[in-house]
């Protein structure tokens, strides 16, 4: 089925791994974002993606890297996990400007640091 | 970047009512998109109204939209209890920014 795939769904972490979460997509959107959704907070913007080759910061990009080799795939590094990044992550796509029909989201993945 | 406030916070009402919430943003927009989060879920895109529509149906879903005081609103007609859930305007732009949402409950 069309739509955006996050792998893992649930992960456990260390204090101090490294982690990367995956997002793909299948319908050659080429906007691709990650966010983080904490209780009491909404939805914050890590970081985004307009096409292969081109990423730029959300609201809250400390602590992770992107890059954007594939218009299909946006994946999200942890580089040095911390407790404070314990939250739900979701990646969404779409595509740009007058094309921009609305985003489609991934499912999540669940994230705890320990 | 653009932005979405949602207003009020938090609604509770009983199934067969009507439930609206608001929506202000600061800056011109193309289209403004409405979603809906339920429990522990992503977003599911609901319905989009462009910049030169007024007034929007789906379903029983209706949105208006005035460019002139950056409003929107979301009407959710004859409520269920399966409406139940966080709902989120968004205007998008190169970055897609979402406010803190309405949380509705809708009591059977």
């Known amino acids: 089925n069309a739509g955006v795939t996050q792998t893992p769904k649930f992960q456990v972490l260390k204090t101090g791994q490294s982690m990367t979460l995956q997002c793909a997509q299948d319908m050659n959107h080429e906007y691709m974002s990650w966010y983080r959704q904490d209780p009491g907070m909404g939805l914050r913007l890590i970081h985004y993606?307009?096409?292969?080759?081109?990423?730029d910061q959300g609201e809250v990009p400390n602590g992770y890297n992107v890059s954007r080799s594939t218009t299909e795939d946006f994946p999200l590094r942890l580089l040095s996990a911390a407790p404070s990044q314990t939250s739900v992550y979701f990646c969404?796509?779409?595509?740009?400007?007058?094309?921009?029909?609305?985003?489609?989201f991934g499912s999540g993945t669940r994230l705890t640091v320990v | 970047s653009q932005q979405g406030e949602e207003d009020p916070q938090a609604l509770s009402i009983q199934e067969g009512e009507n439930a609206t919430m608001n929506c202000s943003y600061k800056t011109s927009i193309n289209n403004l998109q409405w979603y809906r989060q339920n429990s522990g879920r992503g977003l599911v895109h609901l319905i989009l109204i462009r910049s030169n529509e007024r007034e929007k149906h789906s379903g029983r879903l209706r949105v208006t939209l005035d460019t002139s005081k950056k409003s929107s609103s979301l009407l959710i007609t004859a409520s269920r209890a399966a409406d139940t859930a966080s709902y989120f305007c968004?205007?998008?732009?190169?970055?897609?920014?979402f406010g803190q949402g309405t949380e509705l409950s809708v009591k059977p």
């Open positions: 993606s307009v096409g292969a080759g081109i990423t």
């Open positions: 968004a205007t998008p732009g190169r970055k897609l920014i």
């Open positions: 969404a796509s779409s595509y740009t400007g007058q094309r921009n029909y609305g985003y489609t």
